[in-house]
């Protein structure tokens, strides 16, 4: 299983920032041109790069109005950051909650439509989710051909290929990339090849994977997007290790630590560190796999993860009890 997709690509719902944020149903109908700008939390919380995140968003909540345009626009943050951090109950509580309410910003609903969706599927809810992507999938394809934005197809894209439409999600991913060659962009290089090789994965295609995910990378990299950063690096990571390239999987995912913050990105800090264990087995090396193995928080990871944890600390029970 791959440790950053089994849920779908790490492709999140991402706001379009336009002068009145794409409030009013005019702004469908050719009054704004294609977005300026796309954000999501990350970038947002940069303004206090001191102060973590959930937090800054919760106290600026705490500051606006109810339904007003910048509380949606902080709502939307918040979703972003609990998709971002695996905080998945909660989303689906806070989707369920926002999607109660009768007057909600066109792009606000598809946000909340796409995560739905994705929180549904993760539960086995399928029908209701297929629903919810269904809505997302028809009202992100009307965005795309009203403003042509290149992360609007990304989207669809992704929604059809986490609910197994992989051949149409090819398709739209060749749109993107030969109508947007020339973007220079590196969340577009780096959304388009993550979800590029989404396809390539689910079809077995794990060395044409490989190469889509190392694009992503390069992509990303120079943009100082943390988050996509470490994304990044643990999909190409776990893809070569899937390849049984086990060396250059563990400098992937080591290269990944020194962009981790303990504080803000426990599970994916986590996850790492236990497939170093893992690797680090693989590669007949018990002492760094031990090294590794003790420094994971277990309480932080989900069912699968734990399992993969309870499995290496039964591998090495003579080797722990040795260590103080």
Same mark, same amino acid.
């Given at each position: 299983?791959?440790?950053?997709?089994?849920?779908? @690509?790490?492709?999140?719902?991402?706001?379009?920032?336009?002068?009145?944020?794409l409030l009013?149903?005019? &702004? #469908?109908?050719?009054?704004? %041109?294609? +977005?300026?700008?796309? @954000?999501?939390? *990350?970038?947002?919380?940069?303004?206090? $790069?001191?102060?973590?995140?959930l937090q800054?968003?919760?106290?600026?909540?705490?500051?606006?109005?109810?339904?007003?345009?910048?509380?949606?626009?902080?709502?939307?943050?918040?979703?972003?950051?609990?998709?971002?951090?695996?905080?998945? =109950?909660?989303?689906?509580?806070?989707?369920?909650?926002?999607?109660?309410?009768?007057?909600?910003?066109?792009?606000?609903?598809?946000?909340?439509?796409?995560?739905?969706?994705?929180?549904?599927?993760?539960?086995?809810?399928?029908?209701?989710?297929?629903?919810?992507?269904?809505?997302?999938?028809?009202?992100?394809?009307?965005?795309? !051909?009203?403003?042509?934005?290149?992360?609007?197809?990304?989207?669809?894209?992704?929604?059809?290929?986490v609910f197994?439409?992989?051949? %149409?999600?090819? /398709?739209?991913?060749?749109?993107? *990339?030969?109508?947007? +060659?020339? @973007? %220079?962009?590196?969340?577009?290089?780096? *959304?388009?090849?993550?979800?590029?090789?989404?396809? !390539?994965?689910?079809?077995?295609?794990?060395?044409?994977?490989?190469?889509?995910?190392?694009?992503?990378?390069? /992509?990303?990299?120079? @943009?100082?997007?943390?988050?996509?950063?470490?994304?990044?690096?643990?999909?190409?990571?776990?893809?070569?290790?899937?390849?049984?390239?086990?060396?250059?999987? +563990?400098? #992937?995912? *080591?290269?990944?630590?020194?962009?981790?913050?303990?504080?803000?990105?426990?599970?994916?800090?986590?996850?790492?560190?236990?497939?170093? =264990?893992?690797?680090?087995?693989?590669?007949?090396?018990? =002492?760094?796999?031990? =090294?590794?193995?003790?420094?994971?928080?277990?309480?932080? &990871?989900?069912?699968?993860?734990?399992? &993969? #944890?309870? !499995?290496?600390?039964? &591998?090495? $029970?003579?080797?722990?009890?040795?260590? $103080?």
């Amino acid at each position: 299983m791959v440790d950053w997709v089994k849920n779908g @690509s790490m492709m999140k719902k991402r706001l379009v920032v336009l002068g009145p944020w794409l409030l009013s149903a005019g &702004l #469908y109908c050719g009054q704004a %041109k294609a +977005a300026e700008h796309l @954000s999501d939390h *990350e970038e947002f919380c940069r303004i206090e $790069p001191a102060t973590p995140c959930l937090q800054l968003l919760q106290r600026q909540l705490a500051d606006v109005t109810p339904q007003s345009v910048q509380w949606f626009k902080l709502t939307s943050y918040q979703l972003d950051y609990l998709y971002d951090k695996h905080q998945f =109950a909660a989303l689906l509580q806070q989707t369920e909650q926002l999607l109660q309410q009768p007057a909600l910003p066109p792009v606000f609903r598809i946000q909340l439509y796409f995560y739905h969706a994705k929180m549904l599927k993760s539960v086995g809810r399928m029908t209701q989710a297929r629903h919810y992507a269904d809505l997302a999938a028809a009202q992100l394809s009307d965005m795309y !051909q009203a403003f042509a934005d290149p992360l609007r197809i990304l989207e669809l894209a992704n929604l059809q290929a986490v609910f197994g439409a992989h051949d %149409k999600a090819w /398709a739209l991913l060749l749109s993107a *990339e030969q109508r947007f +060659a020339k @973007s %220079k962009d590196p969340v577009f290089g780096f *959304e388009l090849n993550s979800n590029k090789a989404l396809v !390539q994965h689910a079809k077995g295609q794990l060395e044409a994977a490989a190469y889509s995910r190392k694009l992503a990378l390069d /992509a990303i990299l120079p @943009s100082g997007q943390n988050g996509k950063i470490i994304v990044a690096y643990g999909n190409l990571a776990r893809t070569y290790q899937l390849l049984g390239q086990y060396g250059l999987a +563990a400098s #992937y995912y *080591e290269k990944s630590l020194a962009y981790l913050r303990p504080d803000i990105d426990a599970f994916q800090q986590a996850t790492h560190l236990l497939r170093l =264990a893992e690797l680090y087995g693989q590669l007949q090396d018990p =002492a760094t796999a031990l =090294a590794y193995l003790q420094r994971v928080d277990a309480k932080v &990871l989900g069912p699968y993860h734990l399992e &993969l #944890y309870q !499995q290496q600390r039964q &591998l090495r $029970p003579a080797q722990q009890q040795k260590t $103080p």
